[in-house]
């Protein structure tokens, strides 16, 4: 299995809501990323996770609360949100210290 | 920190013709390059990568070349197909001192690759 696999495909909320997107992987990496891609945009790091410890949060607002209960799962939780939140959430995973990141599909989010 | 500029912005070409990507990048101690493909609704998806000490690797119609010391790299895409359309972002990253590495890409701003039949 080689595959990461995200949910739900797509999302739309309100700014009172509090939504959370979810993703999970078997290949046994230990490394899970979350990253923002905005249209016509590269994507952009905004959480690391190493053996299900946060090693790496790019200043992101606290709106954005990850979360990794296990090595397989890693969750990004969200409240109270901006429209300009609204982008393409994309999960990644890596075996540890390597560089060679696998992408799922992502959530496309939207925030009216 | 690490910049990465990618150029075409687009590219167009006819099947079967090939395609050069080119990316540089600021930061010597960078030492891993990869390129991803991302098709519309998917994400990105690795289609081939090189370290910095090697300077050329091929993967059938896929080639990356390195240039450490222009600081740039190039893929190369041959015979191009239909199913080649996509968008193509290059990356660098460098292993930190204490020889671990998080993942951490810096993107190039893409390519839209469009091949027409």
């Known amino acids: 299995d080689t595959e990461v696999t995200q949910t739900p495909k797509h999302l739309v909320m309100g700014m009172t809501n509090k939504k959370s997107l979810k993703c999970e992987q078997h290949?046994?990496?230990?490394?899970m990323y979350w990253y923002k891609q905005k249209a016509k945009k590269p994507p952009e790091l905004m959480f690391v996770?190493?053996?299900?410890?946060?090693?790496i949060n790019e200043s992101v607002p606290s709106r954005f609360s990850p979360e990794c209960p296990n090595s397989s799962l890693l969750n990004l939780h969200l409240h109270a949100l901006q429209p300009e939140d609204s982008a393409l959430y994309l999960c990644?995973?890596?075996?540890?210290?390597?560089?060679?990141?696998?992408f799922g599909s992502g959530t496309q989010l939207s925030v009216l | 920190g690490e910049n990465v500029e990618q150029h075409p912005s687009t590219l167009s070409v006819q099947e079967g013709d090939s395609a050069v990507i080119k990316c540089t990048y600021s930061?010597?101690?960078?030492?891993?390059f990869p390129w991803y493909k991302q098709e519309l609704g998917k994400g990105p998806q690795l289609i081939i990568d090189?370290?910095?000490?090697?300077g050329e690797k091929k993967d059938q119609r896929i080639a990356v070349t390195l240039n450490k010391t222009a600081k740039h790299f190039s893929l190369h895409i041959t015979e191009t197909q239909p199913e080649d359309s996509a968008v193509y972002f290059c990356?660098?990253?460098?292993?930190?001192?204490?020889?671990?590495?998080?993942?951490?890409?810096?993107f190039g701003q893409g390519t839209i690759l469009t091949v027409h039949p």
């Open positions: 290949m046994g990496h230990r490394a």
């Open positions: 996770y190493s053996y299900e410890k946060l090693s």
């Open positions: 990356a660098a990253s460098s292993t930190n001192a204490g020889g671990t590495s998080y993942g951490k890409l810096t």
């Open positions: 930061d010597s101690a960078s030492n891993y």
């Open positions: 090189i370290r910095s000490n090697v």
């Open positions: 990644a995973s890596s075996e540890q210290n390597d560089e060679k990141l696998f």
